[in-house]
């Protein structure tokens, strides 16, 4: 779920048909419709202000941010409803990247002070879950001893372990106002390089040892490969992500009356399941749940 600050708000996005940013009072719709499906879990992006954003993402850690008002809000109204926060700079920066920049270089440590922060202001405000999608080196075991350390142990780490420089996330970049990011490499240098199946091995080695309890492949479709093999190596939960660019592809040849739009979405969420995926996050969930609750599957 994508939010907006306002009320009574909500925002198409024009390169994902049929998804919309929300305000806060409208979200709490959104969750009541989860519910009532029996979606159990939420993810919650923000899109902010420009002017809320700079360099270096200080709202990011704003206990008073966007994002910890709704989580606050949703808690009060849904209190069982598991919420996923996202640690990551990019909503929250003027140069679209995850981390802080100088001289053109992220600066993988001074980045990871930050994501602690944040991490700690998510939780503070009553997230279940923190879900680390940088992919600087280290955050995790920095983020885990921080929560243990402030009487946040119970806290759950879903780190996005193998996160590749995708071609597929264009609408998210969207969703979330992420600017047209700086330099010619993009997210490479930190991200993974989609031709490479034994760095994801390595990656989700580290994180674990560091304290992640559950396993992030993204994107899904591209990558079932690594969503297997990650099942089948680690005993910890691999969640698989079914991102932007692979949600609007297939809406795209939907609305053109190219293919079947139920049997086109059900068959690509079982060939994620298939590969292994204990969980999965898609924007398709509302109609997938629907689909489940009228055959009983």
């Given at each position: 779920l ?8 909500t925002?198409?996005i024009?390169?994902?048909?049929g998804?919309?940013?929300y305000?806060?009072d409208?979200?709490?719709i959104?969750?009541?419709i ?15 202000e420009?002017d809320?954003?700079?360099?270096h993402?200080?709202?990011?850690h704003n206990?008073?941010?966007l994002?910890?008002?709704?989580v ?5 109204h ?35 002070d930050?994501?602690?922060k ?34 946040f142990?119970d ?15 264009g ?9 047209k ?11 993974m ?8 091995i390595?990656e ?15 994107p899904?479709m591209?990558?079932?490969?690594i969503?297997?093999?990650?099942s089948?190596t680690f005993?910890?939960?691999?969640f ?5 660019g692979?949600?609007?592809?297939l ?23 298939r590969?292994g ?13 629907k ?7």
């Amino acid at each position: 779920l994508f939010v907006i600050d306002g009320r009574n708000k909500t925002q198409s996005i024009k390169t994902m048909p049929g998804v919309e940013r929300y305000s806060i009072d409208n979200i709490l719709i959104q969750c009541e419709i989860a519910t009532t499906l029996g979606i159990h879990m939420i993810a919650l992006f923000p899109k902010i202000e420009d002017d809320k954003r700079d360099t270096h993402g200080i709202e990011a850690h704003n206990e008073n941010n966007l994002i910890c008002r709704c989580v606050k809000e949703i808690k009060k109204h849904f209190p069982e409803l598991i919420i996923i926060c996202d640690v990551a700079l990019d909503p929250y920066t003027s140069h679209g990247h995850d981390g802080i920049i100088e001289d053109g270089v992220i600066l993988n440590d001074k980045t990871n002070d930050i994501l602690v922060k944040q991490a700690m202001t998510l939780a503070a405000a009553g997230c279940d879950i923190i879900a680390p999608s940088d992919m600087m080196d280290g955050r995790i075991g920095k983020i885990r001893n921080a929560l243990e350390k402030n009487d946040f142990s119970d806290i759950i780490i879903l780190s996005y372990a193998a996160k590749y420089a995708s071609a597929f996330y264009g609408p998210f970049r969207d969703a979330v106002g992420a600017k047209k990011l700086s330099g010619e490499s993009g997210k490479a240098t930190y991200q993974m390089d989609p031709r490479n199946k034994s760095e994801a091995i390595a990656e989700v080695s580290l994180d674990i040892e560091e304290g992640a309890d559950i396993l992030m492949v993204k994107p899904a479709m591209p990558y079932l490969d690594i969503v297997r093999q990650i099942s089948d190596t680690f005993d910890v939960p691999c969640f698989a992500y079914q991102v932007s660019g692979e949600y609007s592809m297939l809406v795209a040849a939907i609305h053109n009356g190219w293919l079947s739009e139920e049997d086109a979405i059900f068959e690509s969420i079982f060939g994620i399941k298939r590969a292994g995926a204990s969980a999965i996050f898609t924007y398709f969930a509302p109609i997938i749940a629907k689909k489940l609750i009228k055959t009983h599957i």
